[in-house]
Each structure stands twice: as structure tokens, then as C-alpha cells.
């Protein structure tokens, strides 16, 4: 993909990095409270923002139920910006006040990463970031952590549209609270640049096929992944919600929950054994999490099953 000029973020410090969608290997629970003292286990409950169907322009195969809209905390004070939609819910840590979650990206891309980028900053973190693209391909990544407290937000976007494999749009982030162990980035500075030719998307955008729901964002070399019984996609799978290359999905659990992760579990296999499912309940969901795998290659289950409402699944994924 030719390099175009760079665009870093507008409204807080950044240096610009070199890595187009190099994301990475998904961390573990953190320990410690968010900013704003939300908790990401009920910080999309009652305070969802509705969608309709009419707000999702070309993305005619997903339905708004399962999305929530901007306006929706995701916890520790950020929240669902303009353009993006959250799949699914925020998928808390299974100690303390850490999360992760997978938006889905109707708008501009780099508007949408500025203004998480923008949210983080205000809570005082900042470090390394950027973007580069074409007009197939547009990819962000940021490292921001709050030098005093070590609490930290990782961004991964991406907007790819390729008629033989399919279409990405989404961003994933990943929440580390204050007293995490993550280190610290140099904050820099870097001039405005120019922005980004706009990747056009189809419409209407076509759902991944089940059989390889994940092709548009997997690495090819790899196996293919599908739905489990029991589960349906929520949005588009979309970069790993986690620091380093991957990518992620949001299934919603329709069957016996425990059940479907299993199925998901013996799926990575590949990746190697698996512990059993851990579970935490708090307030009132219950959070499972299980880590597959323990080298490079390496997966993360983790699953919200409210007392009262409908349960969800996010997938992230590191090939190695």
C-alpha cells in the first residue's frame, strides 16, 4: 500500500509511528480503578444509547440492536464518539478496572480516532500516535498512558475495503486503570499534516462469510475462524482490541453460554491448551474469561452474562 502523507491527531500531543496495523498481544486483567470511577461492568447498561437501523447507512446486514451509540459510556470516563457505534458492550477485566471493546465505524476513521485519542487525553494521557493510508486502506494505532498513575488506553483503527476478502471499519481499544504496570511514553509533538484520502465503503457493506467470518482482518497464512452455534456476529470483526497485531469480534451468546465459549475455545486450539473458563460476578453480570495459548500466537475469551439482558463475547486474537 503506497504511504501517503502522515496525519497525526489535532488536539493532543502525539508522535507520529511508523506501524500501520501492527496492534499487539492481548494484555492481561488489570488491577485498579478506572478514571471517573465508572465501572465498565455496567458502564453500557442503562445509559445505552439506541440505534435504528437508519443510522447505520450502508451497513444494512447488522442489526442495531446490538449496537450501542455515541453518547455510550464505555467506562473510566470515555465514551462512544461520533461515527462509531459500540458492539456489543465493554468487556471488563476479571479484576479491576480494566476493559476492553470493538466499535464499529460509520463515519470517518481518523475523525473518530482523534476524538478517543482527544477523550484520553483530557484524563491526562498522551504518547505515541498516528496514521497512514491509501484509498483501499486507512490504519491508526496510539499508545497513551498517564505518566503519575500508569493508567493507559491502547487504539487500533482501521478502514479496508478489498472485494476478495471483505470490509474492515472499526477501532479497538483496550483501558488499563491507574496503578497498571504498562510503563510510560514519552510525550512529543508534531505539526499538522495533510489528511487522508477518505476510503470509500459499499453499499451496502457485505456481511464476512460464517464459515471465515474473520477473513478481512485474519492473517491469511492462518486458519480460518468461524460462528459457533449458538452465537451470531455482532458488527464486523475489526482490529484487536489489545496492544499489538490481531484482530477482534463481538459475538452475542444466544445459547448456553458456557457451552458457546467452550466451542470457541476448542476452536483456537491451534493455538494451544486452554485453561478452564474463570468467572467474577459483579454487581450484576457475571464476567468469564479464559487466555488460550502461551507464546507469540495467542487468543483471549472474555463474555458479560447480565442476571437480566443479553449476553455478549468478544474474541481477540494474536497470530503470532
Same mark, same amino acid.
Given at each position: ?7 497525526? +491527531? ?8 511508523? $506501524? &500501520? ?10 488491577? !485498579? ?39 455510550? +459510556?464505555?467506562?473510566? =470516563? ?8 459500540? *458492539? ?5 477485566? &476479571? ?23 482527544? *477523550? ?20 491508526? @494505532?496510539? @499508545? &497513551? ?5 500508569? @493508567? ?7 478502514r479496508r475495503v478489498n472485494p476478495l476478502i471483505g470490509v474492515a471499519s472499526g477501532v479497538g481499544l483496550l483501558y488499563r486503570?491507574?496503578?497498571s504496570d504498562d510503563g510510560g511514553a514519552d510525550p512529543g509533538g508534531t505539526p499538522p499534516t495533510s489528511p487522508l484520502p477518505?476510503?470509500? /465503503?459499499?453499499?451496502?457493506?457485505? $456481511?464476512?462469510?460464517? @464459515? ?5 482482518? %485474519?492473517? &491469511?497464512?492462518? +486458519?480460518? %475462524? ?9 458488527? /464486523? ?13 463481538v459475538v452475542r451468546l444466544d445459547g448456553v453460554e458456557r457451552d458457546v465459549l467452550h466451542g470457541y475455545v476448542r476452536q ?5 491448551? $486452554?485453561?478452564?473458563?474463570?468467572? #467474577?460476578? %459483579? ?9 488460550? =495459548?502461551? !507464546? ?13 439482558? *443479553? ?6 486474537? #494474536?497470530?503470532?
Amino acid at each position: 500500500m503506497p504511504r501517503l502523507p502522515r496525519r497525526s +491527531p489535532r488536539r493532543w500531543p502525539a508522535v507520529v509511528v511508523a $506501524a &500501520l496495523l501492527v496492534l499487539g498481544a492481548c494484555s492481561g486483567d488489570g488491577d !485498579g480503578e478506572g478514571s471517573a470511577g465508572t465501572d465498565p461492568a455496567d458502564a453500557s447498561g442503562g445509559d445505552r444509547v439506541a440505534v435504528s437501523a437508519a443510522d447505520l447507512g450502508p451497513f444494512t446486514e447488522v442489526d442495531p440492536d446490538d449496537l450501542a451509540g455515541p453518547g455510550t +459510556p464505555l467506562g473510566a =470516563g470515555l465514551s462512544v464518539p461520533e461515527g462509531a457505534f459500540l *458492539q456489543g458492550t465493554t468487556f471488563p477485566d &476479571l479484576v479491576g478496572g480494566g476493559y476492553r471493546a470493538l466499535l464499529l465505524v460509520t463515519g470517518d476513521t481518523v475523525a473518530v480516532f482523534d476524538a478517543l485519542a482527544g *477523550q484520553a487525553s483530557s484524563l491526562g494521557m498522551e504518547g505515541d500516535a498516528g496514521c497512514l493510508g491509501g484509498l483501499a486502506e486507512i490504519g491508526c @494505532e496510539a @499508545e &497513551l498512558v498517564d505518566g503519575s498513575d500508569g @493508567e493507559s488506553l491502547h487504539l487500533s483503527a482501521v478502514r479496508r475495503v478489498n472485494p476478495l476478502i471483505g470490509v474492515a471499519s472499526g477501532v479497538g481499544l483496550l483501558y488499563r486503570p491507574p496503578g497498571s504496570d504498562d510503563g510510560g511514553a514519552d510525550p512529543g509533538g508534531t505539526p499538522p499534516t495533510s489528511p487522508l484520502p477518505e476510503v470509500v /465503503l459499499p453499499d451496502p457493506v457485505p $456481511a464476512p462469510p460464517p @464459515e471465515d467470518v474473520a477473513l478481512a482482518v %485474519r492473517n &491469511l497464512e492462518g +486458519p480460518a %475462524r468461524r460462528l459457533e452455534l449458538g452465537s451470531s456476529l455482532v458488527g /464486523l470483526p475489526g482490529p484487536c482490541a489489545c496492544a499489538g497485531g490481531g484482530w477482534s469480534m463481538v459475538v452475542r451468546l444466544d445459547g448456553v453460554e458456557r457451552d458457546v465459549l467452550h466451542g470457541y475455545v476448542r476452536q483456537l486450539s491451534d493455538l494451544g491448551e $486452554a485453561p478452564d473458563l474463570e468467572d #467474577r460476578h %459483579r454487581d450484576d453480570v457475571t464476567v468469564l474469561g479464559v487466555r488460550v =495459548g502461551e !507464546g507469540a500466537a495467542t487468543a483471549e475469551i472474555r463474555a458479560t452474562v447480565p442476571d437480566d439482558g *443479553q449476553a455478549y463475547a468478544i474474541i481477540t486474537v #494474536r497470530p503470532g
